[in-house]
């Protein structure tokens, strides 16, 4: 290598092509595209309804679709099923064939420019303010939801006073019917905001994954909505207490179950309900008490049924889409988390961190950018925590490595678990002794659906302490992607690392590039600069080598992680979703067949509780059923076939029975 090459700036590109960057054909890039017309054009379509509906215009546009409907065997419900929760649901079904096609492609290398781009989702408009780093992408979609909560105030309230003129109503209880009519309208705006409230925080979603935004960037989305969402529907209950509380008629009120209109009672239980998981979700209260959080917030499952039970099943059908999604994700992520995990080894290094070598089965898709939810039963049965998956998928078929920084209460007790371990090992004399385990189970992985890291040639990666896993993640899967000749883009990479203290520094360690790829310098260019922050003796000169403290090898008591939840099996996650939203269609459908419509079941509550019941139902038995058949399948070969003949039979006999209902 020359002078002038060793001088050329680490990140400058040398404008070599790669042999391997390979695009995507012509059909399968115009089936894309089609597809993600077709997907924008509903959404589109489906948002400017539900943000038109407090208006004349779209309320009028809505009638028409539902009294074009009404005639169903499944009447208004399925008419308000159709028109607010059924497109997010096409459009998961979409998402099934966009990501099917996407699968095969080999990335595409990202256009380089000499000038910023502006790019929507990645540039930062705000960023010291009560959102935290807010994107343009993302300050849009919160103008548009602060735009729509102020105009359907004001829609509202122009319709509630054209009501109050066609009425002959008292001057002394005006007043009264304008408070409950605006405490009726906080209502419907929170539900129609409670139509995207779930769909952040379903963390294997096929909607995420189309979208490519991890679980852990869509938390924010759900936190914001939420907070929208309880206050309108405190503002929703509390006109109505105040109405009330003038009418002298409170408490009854509060107690009324009414089998014909809206249930007063079960209302103020999902209200409460809502109040507590909004209060300890709070910042302050969510930072210093996280469990108090965690474990309040399970109490969505009271607040979502009290609410179908509030307002009845056609009503609730507003915002079932959203919930229906969020259930099938819990379901799968229930089933998956109920097997436990082999832990191949457990190591103690001495800066404070754990590594952890779980089993995994070869063909668990994931990409270096993952992380996982671990649950160690000996530790707690409830608590899960994410940490960043610090190795390749190409580092072994059958194992993945995760770090875990020992910071709190959970993770002392990990470590202190792992040296009683290694201190009890059974002694040749001593062969009775029986060795601890560690029982884990884990969710995921979840992710980036794209491997980002390989599509750039230059690469900046900038860490604090254990915030270098995943970039060990990366440098190991680039290493041997060099190795085996795949597919990779980075031919420069600059790792930036700060670390407190230099007993830090074995993390680095735990990655051995050249024996991953020898002579890997004449392939790839890594710079690594280290800064050690809270030392003033250079120990490491002196001949100071830090160690591992501990290392144990784990008895096996379970198996491999399961791969129901991930960033791949695109085929079998679709007719997951597909199977269940049919099961949940001809349940409902029978349902009003054979017992509603011939018993004439005419109560409100009862008729929302079978609703959400069936819900429920499709769920476990339908997707339960592609459960059990996914984890007892043929050999591979063989059932991709089948699965992709029923997928797009599915598909085939949704589109037909929709037509035949509504028609």
């Given at each position: 290598m020359d002078a002038n090459q060793l001088n050329k700036p680490l990140l400058l590109s040398d404008g070599v092509e790669p042999d391997y960057v390979k695009k995507s054909s012509f059909l399968v890039s115009s089936v894309k595209w089609t597809l993600k017309i077709v997907m924008w054009v509903i959404f589109i379509a489906w948002f400017g309804l539900i943000f038109l509906y407090p208006g004349e215009i779209g309320n009028q546009l809505a009638e028409k679709i539902i009294n074009a409907t009404r005639g169903s065997v499944f009447g208004i419900t399925g008419s308000l099923f159709m028109v607010f929760s059924a497109p997010v649901l096409i459009i998961a079904f979409l998402a099934v064939a966009h990501?099917?096609?996407?699968?095969?492609?080999?990335?595409?290398?990202?256009?380089?420019?000499?000038?910023?781009?502006?790019?929507?989702?990645?540039?930062?408009?705000?960023?010291?303010?009560?959102?935290?780093?807010?994107?343009?992408?993302?300050?849009?979609?919160?103008?548009?939801?602060?735009?729509?909560?102020?105009?359907?105030?004001?829609?509202?309230?122009?319709?509630?006073?054209?009501?109050?003129?066609?009425?002959?109503?008292?001057?002394?209880?005006?007043?009264?019917?304008?408070?409950?009519?605006?405490?009726?309208?906080?209502?419907?705006i929170g539900l129609l905001c409670l139509a995207f409230l779930f769909l952040p925080v379903a963390r294997g979603s096929l909607l995420l994954r189309l979208i490519d935004i991890p679980f852990e960037h869509a938390t924010r989305y759900h936190v914001w909505l939420g907070h929208l969402t309880m206050t309108l529907f405190t503002l929703h209950g509390l006109f109505y207490v105040i109405a009330w509380a003038i009418k002298g008629t409170l408490l009854k009120e509060l107690l009324e179950?009414?089998?014909?209109?809206?249930?007063?009672?079960?209302?103020v239980i999902s209200l409460l309900a809502g109040l507590f998981m909004w209060v300890t979700s709070l910042h302050p209260v969510r930072k210093d008490y996280f469990e108090l959080f965690f474990y309040t917030h399970q109490l969505y499952v009271v607040f979502v049924v009290f609410l179908a039970l509030h307002v009845g099943d056609f009503v609730f059908s507003i915002a079932a889409g959203g919930i229906f999604i969020f259930m099938l994700d819990r379901f799968l992520r229930f089933c998956q988390s109920r097997r436990t995990v082999d832990v191949l080894s457990a190591k103690c290094l001495p800066c404070g961190t754990v590594e952890l070598v779980l089993s995994k089965p070869r063909n668990l898709g994931y990409n270096a950018l993952s992380f996982i939810f671990l649950q160690v039963r000996e530790l707690s049965w409830l608590q899960w925590h994410?940490?960043?998956?610090?190795?390749?998928?190409?580092d072994g078929k059958y194992h993945l490595s995760i770090l875990i920084?020992?910071?709190?209460?959970?993770?002392?007790?990990?470590?202190?678990?792992?040296?009683?371990?290694?201190?009890?090992?059974?002694?040749?004399?001593?062969?009775?002794?029986?060795?601890?385990?560690?029982?884990?189970?884990?969710?995921?992985?979840?992710?980036?659906?794209?491997?980002?890291?390989?599509?750039?040639?230059?690469?900046?990666?900038?860490?604090?302490?254990?915030?270098?896993?995943?970039?060990?993640?990366?440098?190991?899967?680039i290493l041997h992607r060099v190795r085996d000749g795949k597919p990779c883009l980075p031919r420069k990479i600059l790792l930036v690392w700060a670390v407190k203290k230099s007993d830090e520094l074995p993390l680095l360690s735990t990655i051995d590039m050249e024996l991953i790829c020898p002579f890997f310098a004449d392939k790839v260019k890594i710079e690594i600069n280290i800064y050690v922050t809270r030392e003033s003796e250079p120990s490491l000169e002196e001949g100071n080598v830090h160690v591992a403290l501990k290392s144990s090898a784990c008895p096996l008591s379970g198996c491999n992680m399961s791969i129901l939840v991930g960033t791949g099996n695109n085929i079998w996650s679709g007719l997951y979703v597909i199977i269940s939203t049919v099961g949940f269609v001809i349940s409902v459908a029978l349902l009003r067949i054979f017992y509603i419509n011939p018993y004439q079941v005419s109560t409100w509550w009862?008729?929302?509780?079978?609703?959400?019941?069936?819900?429920?139902?499709?769920?476990?038995?339908?997707?339960?059923?592609?459960?059990?058949?996914?984890q007892t399948r043929l050999p591979r070969s063989r059932w991709d076939l089948i699965i992709r003949v029923s997928v797009a039979a599915a598909v085939i006999i949704v589109w037909e029975l929709l037509l035949c209902i509504f028609a």
């Open positions: 990501l099917i096609i996407s699968g095969g492609d080999v990335f595409e290398k990202r256009k380089t420019s000499k000038s910023p781009r502006f790019r929507l989702w990645t540039f930062p408009v705000l960023v010291d303010g009560p959102f935290g780093v807010v994107s343009a992408a993302e300050l849009i979609g919160i103008i548009l939801f602060v735009v729509f909560i102020f105009w359907a105030v004001y829609a509202y309230t122009l319709r509630n006073l054209s009501l109050m003129t066609l009425f002959d109503i008292p001057s002394t209880e005006k007043g009264i019917v304008m408070l409950e009519l605006t405490g009726l309208r906080f209502g419907m179950w009414r089998n014909i209109g809206i249930a007063n009672l079960p209302g994410p940490f960043s998956v610090s190795s390749s998928p190409l920084k020992v910071l709190g209460g959970w993770t002392a007790r990990l470590r202190d678990n792992i040296l009683s371990m290694s201190e009890t090992e059974p002694q040749k004399d001593l062969p009775f002794l029986t060795k601890t385990t560690i029982t884990a189970s884990v969710e995921g992985p979840y992710g980036h659906e794209s491997p980002y890291h390989l599509m750039y040639e230059n690469l900046i990666l900038v860490a604090g302490g254990i915030g270098i896993s995943p970039f060990l993640a990366i440098l190991s899967d009862y008729q929302g509780f079978l609703f959400i019941a069936c819900m429920v139902a499709s769920v476990i038995i339908f997707g339960g059923l592609v459960i059990i058949w996914f």
